[in-house]
């Protein structure tokens, strides 16, 4: 399981790199939303993910780290979700009045010379 | 507890949601409430400072949790005097912007208000991951800002808008990582706890320790324009409006402020008997980084065609002093920069301002360092704005600025560097010089043709008024040049002194309830 959690979160992180390297905005866009999904998986497994436990006390369970997940991660992935889904409503709605403004979604705000327009 | 601590983030968010409702209906009704409360930030700042110079760190607890389980504010002479800056900074560009600039697009109130609560959350917060959030909503109220304007350079605008937001929110997942990854490594986000278990951990966590240190420099350096990453300001900068780019002449201090902690409280040589695994890690990289960024500043400075864009490159060597003196890691080298960061911020808002009046000014509208015609009257006022802050910005005497430099120098007298801070900071002091006289004289000096034909263009008292509180704060900060360094010495020396920082943190008590809502419950057979 953690060999998965770690591939996942390197799979999700090398293609969130390499899309964010593109000079175009939507995948710039995707690339964010993919490196933002490996953090958030990230933060959670420091957390010394456990399966099957509450990360609430109860009198009827011992209050130790063997018993209950610890909750912080949790409430930090939640933060963080909200902030990068935020962000990137924002970033579209930036990219497309970008487009619209001049008629290429590259970076740059126009085509470079000697590259078609795709 | 002192409930003033909380203000700073509290007044500029009630201020700005309610602008944010008042925005579109009742826009006299917003400006004159964003005025009030960014007055009303003055006033607090300045409290809080004077209070702060008591000598003690006093921490606040959000939510009323102790120390390292809830969030924790934290007012140290450090963190007051950046609040004043933001504050004073604040006014002079609200001053400006309600000259026109903020009726130019939707909501420029209350997005400046929401820049000012993430600014001084951020100065004030005791806790990593708050940290994170603060410079969060710092960035988002940027994002808007820097889209502010309609008209002219708009076009200019979406693409630095486009770099920016994408860099800052690959910045934000770095910082993200580097959070998580610490807190992996020792159960706390409180920075004073921090500083604690960091030099508890066992040796096998060292190098991921490191690792998160270093991803923090990282990430601190794209908001202070350190050099691999200072690539965005220029262009960020130049386009934005006016005002807008006057306020941010604070954004890049936040960086510079959150490396000054970092450094001093987590990642420090141990000689306070806290040594850590982490230690030191800034420490070979910063000198380094910080010479080349005033190296690569002072080219672009004389390479700039656009007086904007020279301003900006005067950002970033402001950055590159800045990072030099916290590099050099020593007490006086810290107070040096405390002293000249104070001068700098000023200054450079002032210039921005400035740069703003003398394109409208010009027959061409624009800001191209090539002679064109000004408008009749504005010759001697721009002349002599332009003139002061030259003198402010180059560090020549009898500014502030040459104090803050001379103090660097003195203070890196006794390092390892001595010879390159020297040679670098009097170089590109230098190359700044030559680059505004030479901006200065094409500007008004260059005869032309048609030279006082052209109309006196649209004027409004704010302009007037910003620019010269702008510069009466760029000069009042010479003129009490004794005890703003006796202030900033304080603060280094309260930098350094971690221990009273870490008790003050983890010692402060939550408030007892004034009622004891489990005891009534117990009592009335409501709960076990």
């Not at chain 2, 990593?128 to 940027?142: D, G, I, Q």
């Not at chain 2, 009097?426 to 010089?433: E, K, Q, T, Y």
């Not at chain 2, 910003?466 to 280094?492: I, K």
């Not at chain 2, 004034?514 to 009534?520: G, S």
């Amino acid at each position: 399981m953690n060999l998965l959690l770690a591939i996942g979160i390197g799979t999700f992180t090398g293609c969130g790199v390499w899309l964010l390297l593109r000079a175009r905005t939507f995948d710039a866009v995707l690339g964010l939303t993919l490196l933002s999904y490996a953090v958030n998986l990230f933060i959670f497994v420091m957390g010394r993910w456990k399966t099957g436990v509450p990360p609430i006390v109860n009198s009827d369970r011992l209050a130790t780290l063997a018993d209950t997940t610890d909750p912080l991660p949790q409430a930090l992935v939640l933060t963080a979700i909200v902030i990068s889904f935020a962000m990137t409503a924002l970033l579209l709605a930036l990219a497309l009045r970008t487009n619209a403004a001049t008629a290429s979604d590259h970076v740059d705000g126009g085509e470079p010379e000697g590259e078609a327009p795709r | 507890m002192n409930h003033l601590i909380v203000a700073p983030v509290a007044l500029p968010l009630v201020a700005g949601a309610l602008c944010a409702l008042l925005g579109g209906r009742r826009p006299r009704l917003a400006a004159a409430l964003s005025l009030g409360a960014t007055l009303g930030l003055v006033a607090i700042a300045v409290a809080l400072a004077l209070h702060a110079n008591g000598g003690t760190v006093q921490a606040y607890l959000l939510g009323n949790w102790a120390a390292p389980f809830g969030i924790s504010l934290a007012l140290d002479r450090l963190a007051a005097l950046m609040l004043v800056l933001t504050a004073l900074v604040a006014l002079v560009s609200l001053l400006y912007a309600l000259g026109g600039d903020h009726a130019r697009g939707a909501h420029f109130h209350s997005l400046f208000q929401f820049q000012l609560m993430g600014l001084c959350g951020a100065f004030l917060t005791a806790d990593l991951f708050n940290l994170f959030v603060f410079f969060e909503v710092l960035l988002s109220a940027s994002y808007g800002l820097l889209l502010h304007g309609d008209g002219a350079g708009q076009r200019e605008r979406f693409k630095a808008t486009v770099h920016y937001v994408i860099f800052n929110l690959a910045g934000s997942a770095l910082f993200l990582i580097a959070v998580s990854l610490l807190y992996g490594l020792t159960g706390t986000l409180n920075m004073a706890d921090l500083a604690i278990r960091l030099a508890d951990l066992p040796p096998d966590s060292a190098a991921l320790a490191q690792a998160a240190a270093l991803m923090l420099l990282v990430v601190f350096a794209v908001k202070a324009a350190l050099l691999p990453l200072y690539f965005w300001l220029p262009d960020a900068y130049a386009s934005a409006t006016a005002p807008v780019a006057a306020l941010f002449a604070i954004m890049t201090k936040v960086g510079v402020y959150a490396i000054a902690r970092t450094t001093t409280l987590l990642f420090r040589d141990g000689t306070d008997g806290l040594a850590s695994a982490a230690s030191l890690v800034f420490a070979p990289m910063l000198p380094v980084l910080a010479l080349a960024t005033l190296v690569l500043a002072a080219i672009g400075v004389l390479a700039a065609t656009r007086l904007r864009g020279l301003i900006a490159y005067l950002v970033v060597a402001s950055a590159g002093t800045l990072l030099l003196c916290l590099g050099l890691a020593t007490r006086d080298s810290v107070a040096a920069g405390l002293f000249y960061l104070v001068n700098s911020t000023l200054v450079a808002a002032a210039w921005f301002l400035i740069a703003d009046r003398v394109a409208r000014a010009r027959s061409s509208g624009d800001e191209l360092l090539q002679p064109t015609a000004l408008a009749r009257g504005t010759w001697a006022p721009l002349g002599v704005a332009f003139f002061i802050a030259a003198v402010a910005v180059a560090g020549m005497p009898p500014l502030a600025g040459f104090f803050g430099k001379a103090l660097l120098l003195q203070a890196a007298g006794h390092t390892a560097w001595a010879g390159w801070t020297v040679a670098l900071v009097l170089g590109s002091s230098l190359a700044i010089v030559v680059a505004l006289a030479r901006a200065g004289s094409s500007i008004f000096w260059k005869p032309v043709a048609d030279s006082g034909s052209t109309a006196a263009p649209r004027h409004h008292a704010m302009h007037t008024a910003a620019v010269v509180v702008g510069l009466a704060l760029v000069a009042s900060a010479s003129v009490f040049a004794r005890p703003l360094s006796a202030f900033t010495d304080a603060a280094a020396s309260q930098l350094f002194d971690r221990r009273a920082y870490i008790g003050a943190v983890l010692g402060a008590d939550p408030v007892p309830p004034a009622y004891d809502v489990r005891r009534e419950m117990r009592d009335r057979g409501e709960a076990k």
